[in-house]
Each structure stands twice: as C-alpha cells, then as structure tokens.
C-alpha cells in the first residue's frame, strides 16, 4: 500500500487549501483513512478522518466547522478542505491508512494513530499571518 499527499502551500491567514491522498495497492483491506498533522517542536496529532464504506467521519475538535474530509472510492483518493485556515494550522499534514485492523464505526481520533500502518511523506502547509 502507498500513501501519497499533495496539495501543501504557503498561504495567507483565512485562506483556504485542499489537500490530497492519493492510496494505491490492497485498498480494500483498509477500514479509514486518516490525516495527522505535526508543527515544528511538537508532537503529531490527528486531524481528521473518514470511513472508506460509510464516509462517517471524526475531526479534531479544533478544526470543526473549517476542516472537511472526504473521499473519492473510485480514485482511492481522500481530501482534506481546510477552509478559514489559521497560523496555528502551519505543520507538516501527513495522510494514513489503516489496514486490517479492528472493525469499528467511525475512525478513533487518538492522536498516537496506532491503528494506521501505511502514512504518507507529509505536505507541508505554512499560514502566514
């Protein structure tokens, strides 16, 4: 399985930008895909993430109301729509998938991430104030 993100940039506070995981391989051993995110000096913390089957999501409640994820089955693709964005947001956002693991009802929203397997190179995104 490969997890590849796009769509990172540096963008002016309330700007909005989306980002893109592109996943290839044994897709359909995957439960959810996640996004995590890591600024400089702290520690990764999830984002948001959403359900391959259902599309039920769960969000850091942080981002609730600027932060939509969602996902494209047919491209094994998932979007993150970062809208009213926020110098706080800067950080390297990194893409997940789960796979084989314990089925739930919606994606945890733990921000170790243990549950995911394969992450992505990370896009960086920078707000600028």
């Known amino acids: 399985v490969q997890v590849v993100e796009s769509g990172g940039g540096l963008v002016q506070a309330g700007d909005s930008l989306r980002l893109s995981c592109a996943v290839s391989g044994r897709t359909f051993e995957s439960h959810y895909m996640g996004w995590f995110r890591q600024a400089p000096g702290k520690e990764r913390e999830f984002v948001a993430a959403i359900m391959w089957n259902s599309g039920i999501t769960s969000y850091k409640e942080s981002v609730k109301g600027r932060f939509s994820i969602s996902r494209d089955n047919a491209k094994n693709t998932v979007y993150l729509q970062m809208n009213s964005l926020k110098p706080e947001d800067t950080a390297v956002y990194y893409c997940?998938?789960?796979?084989?693991?314990?089925?739930?009802?919606?994606?945890?929203?733990?921000?170790?991430?243990?549950?995911?397997?394969?992450w992505g190179q990370g896009t960086q995104v920078t707000v600028s104030s």
């Open positions: 997940a998938a789960e796979f084989l693991g314990v089925a739930v009802t919606a994606p945890p929203t733990s921000d170790e991430g243990d549950e995911y397997v394969y």
